[in-house]
Each structure stands twice: as C-alpha cells, then as structure tokens.
C-alpha cells in the first residue's frame, strides 16, 4: 500500500512557543486480494420488529375508526391494534420479514470458504445459527426461519447479543481473515456501558462491528461510537425497507476488504504531541488512538478495501526549536495478512523551523480545509450532546458556529440545515428524532 503526506504548515516559526501542525494522511494501492469473510449478524428481535408497517394513509383510516391507540413497545413509540377486525394489517409487511429477507440474499452470496453466524437479542440473547462453512448455505437458509419463533423479551439489551457473537469468535484465528460484526436495532439500547465494553473487546480481537439503526428510536451516537470504536461502518436506515440494500452495502464492502484491521503507526519525536486524530475518508469519524510504545501510537483505520482512498488527519503539537529541519515523527502502516502483521514503508513527517515570516505564513488548502471539517464536526456532535442533556442555549450556539464553518468549506445545503435545526432551538420548537439523526449521519458524510 501507498503512504502519502501532506503538511498543513512545513514551516514553523523558529524559537516560538508550542505550534499547531495538521498533517493529512492518504492510503492508496490497497491491496486486490480475496479473503475469506467471518460474518456475525446479530438481529434485534424484539416486539418492535414483529409489527407490521402500513402507509400513511392507512394509519389515518384505522386511527379514525377507532382500532389503534398509541402506546410504547421497547423504548419505541407505536400504535397498538385493538383486536378489531382491520384487513389492512394481515398482510402488511413487519421489520423482521426485511430482516429475513436480507439475511436470505447475504447467504445465497456466501463462498465456500467463508463462514456466517446469526445472533438474536432483546432482554436476552440466543445463538440462532451458530458460526457455519459457506458450504451449508442451503441448510443454514432453512434455519433462517427459526429467527421468527424466537421469544426473547421485551428489552433491548445490545451488549448480550454482542457478547454471544464474540463468544463465537475467541478461539477462531483472526488473520488472514475479515472478522466482520453487523448488528441491527431499532429500540434504545438500556446498556451503554456494557456495549462500550465489548466493543473494546472486539477492538483486541481485531473484529469489526458495523452497525445498523432503524427508524427514529435508536442510541445513534452510540451505534456510531462502536463502528468507530472498532473499524466498522454506521448506517441509518430510516424505513424498514431499506433493510435488504443496507444488508447489502455492508457484505459488498466486507467482501473487498484487502487490508483487515489496518493501523497507522506514530512514532513520535522527543516533545511532540498528538490533539486529536480523524478519519476524513471514506467517513468522517474519530480515529481512535492506543498508545503501542514508547512515545508510539496505533491509530486504527479499520477495513480498508481495495479500490479505496483513507484519508486521515493527525493533528500535532510541535514544541519551540532554533532554526533547522526536525522530524516530527515517523509513520508506518501495518495491516492483518495470513501470515500475521504486515507493514510497509516508514515515511517521516519533517517540518523547518525558520525566521523567514513569508514561508511560516503558508497553510496547505487541502490540510487547512481537512482541518475545518473536524471542527465542524466535532462542534454537532456537542451540539447534540448538549441537546440531549436539555442545554438549549449552549446546543444553539455550537450549530450556529458549526453552520458558519460549513458556508466557509461551501458546504450550503449541509449549513442550511444546521441553521434550520438552530432557529428551531431558539423558537423553542421541539427537535424530532429523525432531525438529530439525519445531522449526525450527514456529519460523517463531509468530505
């Protein structure tokens, strides 16, 4: 694989005090190899997924005859069907007949050489499909079925159905091979906690979980903090039937993976730094960072799959030095293969410190506007922190700086949206689900 950089600032003010340096990252040439895939889908099967979806029309015309009253099923808000006779309900579709669906395709896809799991959870977990050769496809399609009988309560405790996944894969062998996690709900999960956990768990065993949000009741920072905390992917999937496409998009990148699990390696010179560390592509998203050794940094990339561009930003502290070239670090770029870790090129990330105020006066565009990405995103997502922990002044005020960095970058119709959700707050009109969701999966789109 190819490792390019780019320095926001190559030259730095000599003898000053501590200087900000972005430095963008780029990945390129990922390997075009064909790995097994090891995929886990880990379903929600609680009431929520078993009622059936009707249009709108039909909601209104039952509603005025007085056969569904509203109500809450597992953390979400629903109407309840009274037992009167409704022929518009007998064969509407339900969530877990998209879910069925996707599931059938994905197995009718698998290899021979990969292999395929499938958990239910709701107060409770059950191993539906235990981890199966590609091989048995045809037996492991009959066995999809058994996901509808399944009783599991009434709760959405997430970290039960991952943990049952993970349990399947501790004495697998992960190299050489796409450890793959795809989790899917639409109810608010009750154990945070617990899913961070097992997320690091993931993270140490070199497993992937991507995660799939339905509807408008789902933790959606949550979901994006356990991708982003293991290498995964987020999508939000805001009507069940796109259930079989999203299943989909997530197969077809977990087939093309050709550097599983990938790192960047920081090495970093007596004095400097790490601020922070971002993804900016395919999604922007925290780069998540463990300290490896001495003054060393692993900064996880994820999957990276053939045919793609990664892009990162790695923001560093350089400290005051007299006039001269000075490495800042040392990157490198390693990556799971058959036989183990695989690691390219070193490349060095140097600047020059000089008294020469023309040269410390230029900023790279492509750094510079990597650079008000992040601030922007990071300003939404305490935004909508400070939303969620009922701070409506602070919340506003984050959106509204968010929304002038989004104009700087020319991101128009991303800004307007953000100004939209702010004049809302200031009006005090009540913000929608569906409003912070779509903010916060947009957010990840900027590029």
């Known amino acids: 694989m190819r490792l390019q950089t780019t320095v926001g600032t190559p030259f730095l003010p000599a003898r000053s005090s501590v200087r900000l340096v972005g430095v963008l990252v780029t990945v390129t040439d990922i390997p075009s190899v064909s ?21 709108q029309e039909q909601l209104e015309a039952l509603k005025r005859r007085g056969v569904l009253r509203q109500t809450v099923r597992d953390g979400v808000t629903v109407w309840e069907y009274s037992g009167a006779y409704a022929p518009e309900l ?5 969530g877990i007949d998209f879910v069925k669906d996707a599931l059938h395709q994905i197995v009718e896809r698998l290899t021979d050489a990969d292999e395929f799991a499938l958990v239910a959870f709701a107060s409770q977990a059950q191993t539906v499909i235990p981890l199966s050769s590609g091989s048995r496809r045809r037996e492991v399609i009959h066995q999809l079925d058994r996901l509808e ?28 091979v796409v450890n793959r996690i795809v989790v899917l709900t639409d109810g608010f999960a009750q154990d945070e906690s617990e899913c961070h956990m097992v997320a690091s768990q ?19 920072e949550l979901m994006t ?59 922007l998203a925290p780069a998540p960072a463990q300290i490896v050794g001495e003054r060393t940094v692993a900064l996880q990339l994820g999957d990276l799959a053939k045919g793609q561009v990664a892009q990162v930003l790695i923001e560093l502290l350089a400290p005051p030095r007299p006039e001269g070239v000075f490495r800042l670090a040392r990157l490198n770029l390693q990556w799971r293969t058959k036989a183990g870790w695989q690691q390219g090129s070193p490349v060095d990330i140097i600047v020059t410190y000089t008294t020469d105020a023309q040269k410390t006066a230029f900023v790279d565009p492509q750094v510079a506007r990597a650079m008000e990405m992040v601030t922007a995103a990071e300003l939404q997502t305490r935004a909508l922190r400070d939303l969620q922990a009922g701070q409506i002044g602070s919340a506003t005020k984050k959106l509204e700086a968010a929304a002038t960095r989004l104009l700087n970058l020319g991101e128009r119709e991303r800004a307007q949206e953000t100004i939209k959700l702010a004049q809302s707050l200031q009006q005090g009109e009540q913000v929608s689900p569906e409003q912070t969701k779509r903010l916060r999966y947009q957010t990840r789109r900027l590029q």
């Open 35 to 55: 790995l097994p895939l090891r995929l886990l889908v880990v379903v929600d099967k609680s009431e929520s997924m078993m009622l059936p979806i009707v249009t």
């Open 225 to 283: 903090s356990l991708a982003d905390r293991t290498g995964g992917n987020a999508e939000w999937v805001p009507d069940p039937t796109q259930i079989p496409q999203a299943m989909a998009r997530e197969f077809e990148h977990a087939r093309k993976v050709g550097a599983p699990q990938a790192q960047l390696l920081l090495q970093l010179s007596q004095g400097v730094e790490v601020r922070r560390a971002y993804k900016i592509q395919p999604v």
């Open 149 to 176: 009988t399944l009783e599991l309560g009434t709760e959405t405790k997430m970290s039960a159905g991952l943990s049952e996944a993970i349990s399947q894969l501790q004495k697998m062998p992960t190299d050489g």
């Open 202 to 220: 993931a993270a140490s065993l070199g497993v992937s979980i991507s995660t799939i949000g339905l509807g408008a009741q789902f933790n959606d």
């Open 90 to 94: 007998e064969n509407a579709p339900r």
